[in-house]
């Protein structure tokens, strides 16, 4: 039995993309542990995860800081890792590929650097959609890929019933109307005028819910609909992923939720700007689709609703 580590950092929505290779790269190592290296909000998450033995964590720390290097070069070293999957693929990941382990060769450490097709540049690489290159860097080290193009975020589903019964959530619609502060350019400014239509025509058979992260409790009271917390808190990620699971339909900014939507298997509408395409992050499934516009200001509730009742029948 040999120790096999996973280099996923986040963010939240990449994690429930890179479920169905972590599920591949498991099942291709039966016989082996398998350790992931991310960061403190997923540290708990990975802990569910029926595919990971243990997560590490890694604080991130500025890679100038020889101390910090040096601590998780020990840590990491102890396990004596046989093979290194890097999911990432980031800056920082190829900075510890070429301090922490520079004399690995990509039989050693798998990433979409070490596994670049023929003839092909990162820059080319990158085009291809997100699963697609997963599915690319597996299949280069002769792993079988049965679960990589299709995630399955459900293993970080949680048990929510005491939390839908407080809220008397039977049938519910969920909105995810916020995103990042500093990317307000993938936020769409009519959940008010859709929560209105989607009222006016299905009276109470819906429900109309948000589900706020910390620094959007206050927001969502702007919002035409009931805000869902535990005990005055945001819910955490197994308690969204469940009330994410549950709902008839999800309709959601280019976020994190938008993604554990898609990969839960639940219909959907993602919103999507000019900011990324949406191909690009392999967010359409068969129930949970995307609108692409190049200026959500100009994306009508009109056109929405007429999108969402297409997939709700």
């Known amino acids: 039995m040999s120790n096999i580590l996973i280099i996923k950092h986040g963010s939240l929505g990449d994690i429930a993309q890179a479920s169905g290779v972590i599920q591949d790269i498991s099942e291709n190592h039966k016989d082996d ?37 040096y601590s998780l070069m020990r840590d990491l070293k102890k396990y004596n890792f046989l093979k290194i999957y890097d999911l990432q693929n980031s800056n920082r990941t190829s900075f510890y590929k070429n301090i922490l382990f520079k004399n690995s060769k990509k039989d050693i450490w798998s990433s979409s650097l070490t596994t670049l097709p023929e003839g092909k540049t990162k820059q080319e690489f990158d085009k291809l959609s997100v699963l ?4 690319h860097q597996i299949k280069t080290c002769n792993l079988v890929s049965k679960h990589t193009l299709y995630p399955d975020f459900s293993w970080a589903c949680s048990d929510i019933a005491n939390l839908k019964n407080e809220y008397n959530l039977n049938k519910y619609i969920l909105l995810f109307p916020f995103c990042s502060p500093h990317l307000t350019i993938k936020r769409w400014p009519y959940y008010n005028e859709l929560s209105n239509k989607i009222k006016n025509e299905f ?35 197994s308690q969204l992923a469940s009330l994410i699971k549950d709902s008839k339909f999800v309709i959601a900014n280019d976020t994190g939720p938008a993604h ?46 007429e999108r969402m009742m297409e997939l709700l029948a």
């Open 33 to 69: 542990d398998i350790f992931i290296l991310t960061t403190k909000p997923y540290l708990d998450l990975f802990r569910k995860n029926p595919y990971i033995k243990e997560p590490i964590l890694d604080k991130r720390l500025s890679r100038f800081n020889p101390f910090y290097l």
């Open 203 to 237: 009276k109470d058979e819906y429900k109309i819910i948000v589900a706020p992260g910390p620094e959007e409790i206050k927001e969502a009271s702007n919002i035409n609909a009931e805000c869902i917390l535990d005990n005055g808190k945001s819910l955490n990620i």
């Open 132 to 135: 697609d290159r997963f599915d």
């Open 260 to 305: 554990i939507s898609a990969h839960l298997g639940v219909k959907g509408l993602a919103l999507f700007g000019p900011h990324k395409s949406a191909k690009l992050v392999s967010i359409e499934r068969e129930k949970f689709r995307a609108i692409q516009v190049d200026d959500l200001n100009k994306l009508s509730a009109d056109k929405v609703f």
